[in-house]
C-alpha cells in the first residue's frame, strides 16, 4: 500500500515537508564547506526519501549514494539502485559480506570469555545477545564504509533514521546513528511515507516492509513488535497527550522501548574536573 491508515486519518503536508528539510540540507552542506552528501541506499523508504530530498535540496551531482550490500536479500541492491536512478544520483556498492564474516571469525567465542570469568552468570539469554551483536556489525561497517567513503570525497555523511524508530531506539548505536545530519528525525514514519510519494520514490520501495537487514528475512515490525501504524499512532497521541485510544500494551511496549534506548539519543557521558566535588 502507498499509504498507511494513520497516514489517511493525520493530514501531512508533504509539499511543505520535502521543502523545508531540503532548505535545511541546503544550508547544511554550504556551512559545511564540504562538497557532497554521502548516503547508504539499502533499498527502504527512508534512505530512498533522504536521497530524494538531498537531490532537491543542492542536486544530483552533489549526492552519493553507497549500496553495501551484506550476504543481504539480494533485491535491496535492485531497489536501491531503482532509487539512485530516479533521483538520477552516482553510486558506489561495496559488498560487506566476506568483511562481515572475517570480523565474525577473528571476535572471541563465549568459552574464551567465559574461561576470563567475565561472562555474565546468566546464560538462559546467551542466544539472543550473541545475536544482538552479531546484528550489530553489519550497521557499523555500513558506518565505516560510508565515513571512508566521505573522507575520500569530502563529504558528510547523511543519516535516515525517522522519528518512529528514534523514539524507541530502533536503531544501532554507532552504526546508522553513527552520522553527521539527520535530516528525517522529525518525521514520523507515515509523515515519511507521505514524502516518499509526494517526492516520486519508486512504488516498489514505498510497499516494500520495511528491514534494517540485519539478517534474511528480517522485518522491522517483527523486531519492534508493533506495527509502523500502532507505533505512530501512538507516538502522536503520547505527544500530544491523549492516549485513552491507545491499547494498554502497546503503551506498555513503547514505553519499555522508550526507557531501555534513553542512552542511545543522550551525549556521551563525560567527565568534568569542575563539576565533581
Not at 215 to 226: C, F, K, M, R, V
Request: hydrophobic share 40%; proline share 4%; net charge negative.
Amino acid at each position: 500500500m502507498s499509504s498507511s491508515a494513520v497516514e489517511q486519518d493525520l493530514v501531512v503536508d508533504a509539499e511543505r515537508l520535502s521543502n523545508q528539510v531540503s532548505t535545511w540540507l541546503k544550508d547544511r552542506l554550504e556551512e559545511s564547506g564540504a562538497r557532497t552528501f554521502v548516503l547508504g541506499l539499502s533499498g527502504g523508504i527512508d534512505s530512498a526519501v533522504v536521497c530524494g530530498l538531498a537531490v532537491r535540496g543542492v542536486g544530483a551531482d552533489r549526492v552519493l549514494g553507497v549500496i553495501m550490500p551484506s550476504a543481504s536479500n539480494p533485491d535491496d541492491s535492485v531497489q536501491a539502485a531503482r532509487v539512485a536512478s530516479t533521483f538520477g544520483v552516482k553510486t558506489l556498492t561495496v559488498d560487506l559480506t566476506s568483511l562481515a564474516r572475517t570480523f565474525q571469525g577473528a571476535m572471541p567465542t563465549e568459552p574464551a570469555l567465559d574461561a576470563l570469568g567475565i561472562l555474565p552468570s546468566e546464560t538462559a539469554d546467551i542466544d539472543a545477545r550473541r545475536q544482538l551483536a552479531t546484528a550489530n556489525v553489519r550497521p557499523r561497517l555500513r558506518m565505516t564504509t560510508v565515513y571512508y567513503v566521505a573522507n575520500l570525497v569530502k563529504g558528510v555523511v547523511v543519516g535516515t533514521g525517522n522519528k518512529s524508530e528514534a523514539s524507541i531506539g530502533y536503531f544501532t548505536k554507532y552504526g546508522d546513528g553513527g552520522v553527521d545530519l539527520f535530516p528525517i528525525i522529525d518525521l514520523y514514519k507515515f509523515e515519511v511515507r507521505a514524502v516518499a510519494a509526494h517526492i516520486g520514490v519508486p512504488q516498489s520501495v514505498i510497499d516494500r516492509p520495511p528491514s534494517a537487514g540485519l539478517w534474511q528475512g528480517q522485518t522491522d515490525e517483527d523486531e519492534i513488535g508493533l506495527t509502523y501504524d500502532q507505533l505512530d499512532r501512538a507516538l502522536v497521541a503520547m505527544e500530544r497527550g491523549d492516549t485513552s485510544g491507545i491499547a494498554t500494551d502497546v503503551l506498555d511496549r513503547i514505553t519499555t522501548l522508550n526507557a531501555v534506548s534513553e542512552h542511545k539519543r543522550q551525549p556521551i557521558p563525560t567527565f568534568s574536573k569542575k563539576t565533581s566535588g
